[in-house]
């Protein structure tokens, strides 16, 4: 099962501006052929259908933690899609829906993924940076550990290459940070597959790291998470299992050549976290609704009641 918290694994800054066509282009981190969705989805069917669980609970562990921590950053990816879609934070909603006849979303026809806003509000969904679909196409199951950890190994190497051109095509700050928090975490999967290839083939494949070979100390969105470790650092997602990853995560492995020196390390539960952006309502685009008063009062009622 999954335990959920109520915050995003880092902090984002607020957008400077709304900014719907950079919001598109960080849509393929989501649902894109190496996006988050692509990650999540061979990970945790993977996990759920792993073979001799029990035996190969190393192996099974790690896989099934990387899954609890996928799942947290397509929680990112899509709130920092929504947050460039909304804009710069603001505390209050729109006081009105004014009048619509004045074609209060006239600019949204000109934007990439103008069904961002006419079917989601935007808010992001599993597409790609054109708006076509994720599918099951895009999740390998094969049953074989070797063969399954080959593959997550390509699928970390290709997000790296994704976020990386993603992070060249934006300058604002949301977008960036999601890039380069996800750099950093998606060069630990890398590292963590190719140790577990390691320990069942005796193949060095994290001499093939960083692919592409791009180190994260060029990108200045990397550097505090590097400063503070989480490039050597393995999360459990769990108050007490999974636990036996540290057989591959750690055991005096070393971070990268070209990552700040430090021995790997297996850490119990999740990662601090950073608040969730409140996003502006919007009474023009019936988000949450064109006369939203009435829902306010009834949600503040419901609050008080519940504590």
Known sequence: ???????????????????????????????????????????????????????????????????????????????????LNNGPDNDGDEQDGGDISNAPYEAMKDIRL????????????????????WNNDMVTTTGNVVTDLLHNFHLECGARLH?????ETLTDPTGREVCGYLLVRGSVHAHAYALALKKITGVEIEKMLPTPNINLDRIPECQKYLAEGSHRRLYTFSPGDY????????????????????????????????????LTGVPSAFTPDYAPEEMFEIASKLYEKSR
């Open 114 to 133: 103008a069904n961002n806003f006419f079917s989601n509000q935007g808010g992001a969904t599993p597409v790609n940076s054109n708006g076509a679909s």
């Open 163 to 167: 976020k990386l051109r993603v992070y």
């Open 1 to 83: 099962m999954f335990l959920r918290v109520d915050k995003l694994q880092v902090d984002l800054p607020a957008p400077k501006q709304k900014n719907p066509n950079a919001a598109a282009a960080l849509q393929e981190l989501l649902g894109g052929k190496y996006g988050e969705m692509s990650t999540l989805g061979n990970y945790m069917f993977q996990s759920f259908n792993f073979r001799s669980k029990s035996k190969l609970k190393p192996f099974y562990s790690l896989v099934a933690s990387i899954t609890a921590e996928e799942l947290g950053h397509v929680e990112l990816v899509s709130n920092g899609v929504a947050m």
């Open 243 to 278: 636990k036996e990853m540290a057989g591959i995560w750690g055991g005096g492995e070393q971070a990268l050549a070209g990552d700040p020196p430090g021995e790997l390390e297996v850490v119990d539960g999740h990662p601090d976290g950073g608040k969730i952006h409140q």
